[in-house]
Protein backbone atom coordinates (compact mmCIF):
# COMPACT_ATOMS: atom_id res chain seq x y z
CA UNK A 1 0.00 0.00 0.00
CA UNK A 2 1.25 3.43 -0.71
CA UNK A 3 1.28 6.73 0.79
CA UNK A 4 -2.03 8.36 1.65
CA UNK A 5 -3.06 10.23 -1.87
CA UNK A 6 -0.56 8.37 -3.94
CA UNK A 7 -3.96 5.58 -4.90
CA UNK A 8 -6.09 8.85 -5.44
CA UNK A 9 -5.44 11.18 -8.72
CA UNK A 10 -7.60 13.46 -7.06
CA UNK A 11 -5.86 13.95 -3.76
CA UNK A 12 -4.03 17.49 -3.28
CA UNK A 13 -0.61 17.46 -3.91
CA UNK A 14 1.47 18.01 -0.77
CA UNK A 15 4.69 19.81 -1.11
CA UNK A 16 7.05 19.10 1.37
CA UNK A 17 8.11 22.29 3.70
CA UNK A 18 10.68 24.62 2.18
CA UNK A 19 12.82 24.39 5.00
CA UNK A 20 12.54 22.91 8.45
CA UNK A 21 14.89 24.29 11.26
CA UNK A 22 17.70 22.56 12.35
CA UNK A 23 17.31 20.04 9.24
CA UNK A 24 20.63 18.66 7.80
CA UNK A 25 21.73 20.74 5.06
CA UNK A 26 24.40 18.64 3.48
CA UNK A 27 22.27 17.77 0.59
CA UNK A 28 21.39 21.28 -0.75
CA UNK A 29 23.07 22.91 -3.54
CA UNK A 30 24.19 26.33 -3.43
CA UNK A 31 21.55 27.93 -5.03
CA UNK A 32 19.20 26.05 -2.85
CA UNK A 33 20.78 27.41 -0.02
CA UNK A 34 20.61 30.82 -1.53
CA UNK A 35 16.64 30.59 -2.18
CA UNK A 36 15.71 29.44 1.29
CA UNK A 37 17.87 32.43 3.05
CA UNK A 38 16.14 34.69 0.84
CA UNK A 39 12.47 33.06 1.79
CA UNK A 40 13.50 32.99 5.20
CA UNK A 41 14.66 36.56 4.99
CA UNK A 42 11.32 37.27 3.52
CA UNK A 43 9.86 35.51 6.19
CA UNK A 44 12.09 37.14 8.83
CA UNK A 45 10.77 40.44 7.37
CA UNK A 46 7.20 39.63 7.47
CA UNK A 47 7.02 38.31 11.01
CA UNK A 48 8.97 42.27 12.21
CA UNK A 49 6.32 43.58 10.19
CA UNK A 50 3.16 41.79 11.86
CA UNK A 51 5.43 42.77 15.36
CA UNK A 52 5.34 46.48 14.50
CA UNK A 53 1.48 46.74 13.98
CA UNK A 54 0.98 44.83 17.08
CA UNK A 55 2.95 46.91 18.76
CA UNK A 56 1.33 49.98 17.53
CA UNK A 57 -1.86 48.57 18.26
CA UNK A 58 -1.59 47.77 21.61
CA UNK A 59 -0.04 51.21 22.07
CA UNK A 60 -3.22 52.53 20.74
CA UNK A 61 -5.22 50.85 23.02
CA UNK A 62 -3.20 51.52 25.99
CA UNK A 63 -3.39 55.49 25.40
CA UNK A 64 -6.76 54.58 24.67
CA UNK A 65 -7.68 53.43 28.34
CA UNK A 66 -4.95 55.40 30.27
CA UNK A 67 -7.13 56.21 33.30
CA UNK A 68 -7.54 60.07 33.23
CA UNK A 69 -5.29 62.24 35.84
Known amino acids: ?3 Q ?3 DPFAPVRKPPE ?3 GQPLDDLSIEELKLRIEALKAE ?3 LEDAQR ?3 ASQ ?3 AAFFK ?3
Open 1 to 3: MGR
Open 5 to 7: GED
Open 19 to 21: HVL
Open 44 to 46: ISR
Open 53 to 55: AKS
Open 59 to 61: ASA
Open 67 to 69: PAS
